[in-house]
């Protein structure tokens, strides 16, 4: 089970992550990555062609204001000798990305 929460991601840092990105399109709303949490901060994913090892993740808190967070990869892969990396950043509250939802859908390209 994922997170279903959503949210609108502001203009000026579907800009940032465009810019940043190099790349065209910035999806204009985001879905909480993490496994379903209940309350708490949600964590939507911007852009994954950050820096080696980052992402640009949306961050916020109930109906709250929104915040760019870069974050560290989660470094946590699933056991085993071809195990999945896990999608989610360094951390993270929820379980490892692995462990109950599967693969994250694509950004859109
Ligand atoms: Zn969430
Ligand atoms: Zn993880």
Avoid: I, N
């Amino acid at each position: 089970m994922r997170c279903t929460r959503t949210r609108r991601v502001p203009l000026d840092l579907m800009r940032e992550a465009r810019e940043r990105s190099g790349a065209g399109d910035v999806d204009r709303s985001v879905q909480c990555q993490l496994g379903a949490h209940g309350d708490g901060e949600h964590f939507g994913l911007l852009d994954d062609e950050q820096e080696y090892g980052t992402a640009l993740w949306l961050r916020w808190r109930g109906d709250g204001q929104v915040a760019p967070a870069v974050l560290a990869d989660c470094p946590t892969a699933e056991p085993g000798a071809d195990g999945k990396g896990c999608s989610l950043f360094a951390r993270h509250a929820a379980p490892h990305t692995w462990t109950e939802h599967g693969d994250l859908p694509s950004l859109t390209t």
